[in-house]
């Protein structure tokens, strides 16, 4: 009787509209309650009609009803809010589109608490109690509430399925065992469960030791954004200094150059005035004499005439004259500040180059398959170059920088650290990092050796330092000898070597593999290595034989 005055508590003091406690009641002339707001939005969407309804008895009215607040009702509400005996909301008591309802429940349905997988029924509070108190009932298995229990009935003999068919993969129903599933392997669902859920404690496991690996990972990774955010806090603070101290020097050698000449700039117009100042007392002595020899031309006196015309004719030996040469006082110095700065050009665009490109690039992608198909490749291709100042003297690069030729004669290089001095080798101007793929034709007769070689490889030592797999800095396919070699271990590939070869790297993964480019892709040789620099690709080229990085884009 308890349990059914608060259903009467829910139904009397709750709005059929909003489903919960009312508001500010009011009474329609038909006897039903409803909050004012919610009663009067639902005629508000009536207007345009002629008449307003009761939402619930569906009475009409003409015209529309003046509602006042039912102040009795309202005192009601109130006074059970104060005692506590206010009662739930009622969407927390009857089934909504969401909610599984009771199977049970008559007129307006509540939740349900339990589905029973025996009864195949699922019950609210109220109709659940029989199976706590029932003793047959008490073995049923109780479950969430669950809308899909009619899934667990066989359509074909409307029988609960409580075994597993091994052999169909399915569940079904103890007819169904003994009919169409006879000698098939079958066992009892529950089996089949403790089976699975074997597996899927296994899956678990496998799932939650990878969350911890990739967990590993993330903090690997913060502790790599955190090491490359100091790094680059210390590169910048230390190219600010070099820079720093570059334009001291500048500006001290700019200083050093202004003060020679003006220091020369001084000595020289001081020689010069000198001589020009002797130069002009020449000048007035001389103009003093013509004054004096113009003076003897008018005495009319012959004796007179004679006898001074001795002293006078006589002139002071005179200046040699004067040699100036063109005008190039300080042109010397300005063309060599030219050299200077175009040397200082030369050095700053190609070391600028080497700080682009060898810097260190961070790549930290997830593990990804190896490409299979040639345009698969292509998604990596990169533009690669030859860098003349690493070529042997015996290449000759062509085709903007990507073709290299054996020559019988040295070329006309000039001097460079960078350059291979014993072995006719060459390597790329780009260094290689993350995924990519390149591929090397090689366009004439004699063999070629396709290679990667850190920068820091040997240019001028003894053979297996600086020969390319001969030595711990770089790797080579040789197609002379058709074997792959690093640190002078040669590996047989699998297959011949033909004219084009493809090189792919993925050097995060520390894959390097070669293959022979023809109408498909065939496996040379693949290198599972950690790579700790980036790398460069390289050619070594045999005595008349030429090769070329193919354009791929």
């Excluded at 003349?388 to 006309?412: C, E, F, I, V």
Aim: glycine content about 2%.
């Amino acid at each position: 009787m308890a349990q059914k005055g608060v259903q009467l508590d829910r139904e009397l003091f709750s709005c059929s509209i909003c489903l919960d406690t009312l508001k500010d009641p009011v009474t329609t002339c038909c006897g039903h309650n409803y909050c004012m707001n919610c009663i009067k939005s639902h005629w508000d969407e009536e207007d345009h009609k002629k008449s307003h309804s009761c939402p619930q008895c569906k009475q009409t009215f003409t015209p529309r009803p003046v509602l006042l607040k039912n102040t009795m009702l309202a005192d009601l509400v109130e006074e059970l809010k104060k005692t506590r005996l206010q009662v739930a909301p009622a969407d927390h008591c009857y089934a909504g589109a969401e909610d599984v309802a009771c199977d049970v429940c008559t007129g307006r349905k509540l939740k349900s608490l339990k589905s029973c997988l025996v009864c195949l029924m699922s019950y609210c509070d109220q109709h659940l109690q029989l199976h706590y108190d029932v003793p047959q009932l008490k073995k049923h298995k109780l479950v969430e509430p669950s809308k899909k229990l009619q899934e667990n009935v066989c359509s074909r003999h409307d029988e609960v399925m409580k075994m597993f068919c091994r052999t169909d993969q399915q569940l079904i129903c103890y007819l169904c065992s003994v009919d169409e599933h006879k000698g098939h392997d079958t066992v009892s669902a529950a089996a089949e469960r403790t089976e699975r859920q074997k597996k899927l404690e296994g899956s678990r496991q496998n799932i939650q030791q990878r969350i911890q690996d990739r967990e590993k990972d993330v903090k690997l990774l913060q502790q790599q954004v955190e090491a490359i955010n100091e790094s680059a806090d210390k590169a910048v603070e230390d190219s600010e200094k070099i820079f720093t101290e570059l334009i001291c020097l500048m500006e001290k050698r700019s200083s050093d150059v202004k003060q020679q000449v003006r220091s020369q700039q001084k000595s020289e117009v001081s020689r010069v005035k000198e001589l020009q100042e002797k130069l002009e007392q020449e000048i007035t002595e001389l103009k003093r004499k013509d004054a004096e020899l113009k003076k003897l031309s008018h005495t009319e006196d012959h004796n007179q005439f004679l006898q001074n015309y001795p002293l006078l004719s006589r002139l002071s030996q005179s200046t040699s004259s004067i040699h100036i040469s063109p005008l190039s006082y300080f042109e010397d110095v300005t063309a060599a500040m030219s050299e200077v700065r175009d040397k200082l050009q030369d050095v700053l665009r190609e070391k600028w180059t080497n700080v682009s490109l060898t810097g260190t690039e961070v790549d930290v992608s997830l593990p990804q398959p190896e490409p299979k198909t040639r345009a698969d490749f292509l998604k990596y291709s990169r533009d690669i170059t030859l860098d003349p100042n690493t070529a042997h003297t015996l290449l000759l690069l062509s085709d903007g920088n990507r073709k290299a030729t054996y020559m019988s004669q040295h070329q006309l290089y000039s001097s460079h650290p960078d350059r291979f001095t014993d072995y006719p080798q060459v390597l790329s101007r780009e260094s290689l990092t993350g995924r990519c793929y390149w591929e090397v034709e090689k366009r004439e007769r004699g063999d070629v050796s396709v290679a990667v070689a850190y920068k820091n490889i040997s240019r001028a030592e003894r053979l297996n330092e600086c020969l390319f797999g001969q030595n711990d800095k770089s790797w080579a396919l040789d197609s002379y000898i058709n074997l792959c070699m690093y640190n002078n271990v040669k590996t047989s590939v699998s297959g011949s070597v033909s004219s084009r070869v493809g090189v792919y790297l993925d050097h995060s993964a520390g894959i390097l593999s070669f293959y022979s480019v023809s109408e498909t892709m065939t496996l040379l040789h693949r290198v599972q290595t950690t790579f700790t620099q980036p790398l460069y690709a390289g050619l070594y080229l045999y005595s008349g034989a030429s090769a070329e990085l193919c354009k791929l884009k």
